[in-house]
C-alpha cells in the first residue's frame, strides 16, 4: 500500500559530485510533490517542490523533475557538499493544506 | 526566522499513562498537524486541525488520541493511556493556509518513550 516509494535507502556521494535521489508514485491523482531534508534530532526541513503540471523545478544546486508517464520524479544536488549529509523524504499532497504522505527515506552520504 | 517549536524534547512515561505534548506552531499560520515517525519507519500522518477542529485524521488516531488549541499559540496533542507500541517521535507541523501553500513546517520532534 506504499504509494510513495523510494527504493535506495542510502546513496555515497563524492564531495562536487551530482547526487540523484530517485522517488516513485502510485497514485496519478497526486497534485503536488515536496522533497523534505532531515537531520538527525531534528524535524524535517522543506527544500523544494514541484507542481504536477511542471515536469522540472530549479532552485540554486536543487532540481527536482517530475516525469508523470513513467510516475517518477528524482531530486538532482550539484555539486554535493558535506553539509548536504541527510536523510531526504519524497512527499507527496493531494491537495494544499492536506496531509502530506512521506516516503521511507534516503540516507545521502557525502564524502569529502 | 520564525520557527515551530516543541517540548518537551524527550518524555518517558509508564504504559497506561496519560502524556500530553505541546507545540507552538508558527504565529499566523492556520493549519497545524502531528505526525509520527517511529523507529526505523516512515514519518506518519496522525491529524490535521484547522478552525478548531479536525480536519482530517488516519486510522492511528483513535479514541486515546486528542488535540487542542487551548489559547492563540500553543496545540497539543494528548494520548489519554499509553501504549508501548506508542513510542515514537512526534513532530507537530504547521501551514500558512494562505496562497495555496503545501509546505509544512515542521518542529524538532518529541521523542516520546513508553516503557
Known sequence: ?112 | EPEVTQTPSHQVTQMGQEVILRCVPISNHLYFYWYRQILGQKVEFLVSFYNNEISEKSEIFDDQFSVERPDGSNFTLKIRSTKLEDSAMYFCASNPGTGGSYEQYFGPGTRLTVT
Not at chain 1, 15 to 42: H, Q, V
Not at chain 1, 69 to 96: M, R, T, W
Open chain 1, 1 to 112: 500500500d506504499q504509494q510513495v516509494k523510494q527504493n535506495s535507502p542510502s546513496l555515497s556521494v563524492q564531495e562536487g559530485r551530482i547526487s540523484i535521489l530517485n522517488c516513485d508514485y502510485t497514485n496519478s491523482m497526486f497534485d503536488y510533490f515536496l522533497w523534505y531534508k532531515k537531520y538527525p534530532a531534528e524535524g524535517p526541513t522543506f527544500l523544494i517542490s514541484i507542481s504536477s503540471i511542471k515536469d522540472k523545478n530549479e532552485d540554486g544546486r536543487f532540481t527536482v523533475f517530475l516525469n508523470k508517464s513513467a510516475k517518477h520524479l528524482s531530486l538532482h544536488i550539484v555539486p554535493s557538499q558535506p553539509g548536504d549529509s541527510a536523510v531526504y523524504f519524497c512527499v507527496e499532497s493531494n491537495f494544499g493544506n492536506e496531509k502530506l504522505t512521506f516516503g521511507t527515506g534516503t540516507r545521502l552520504t557525502i564524502i569529502p
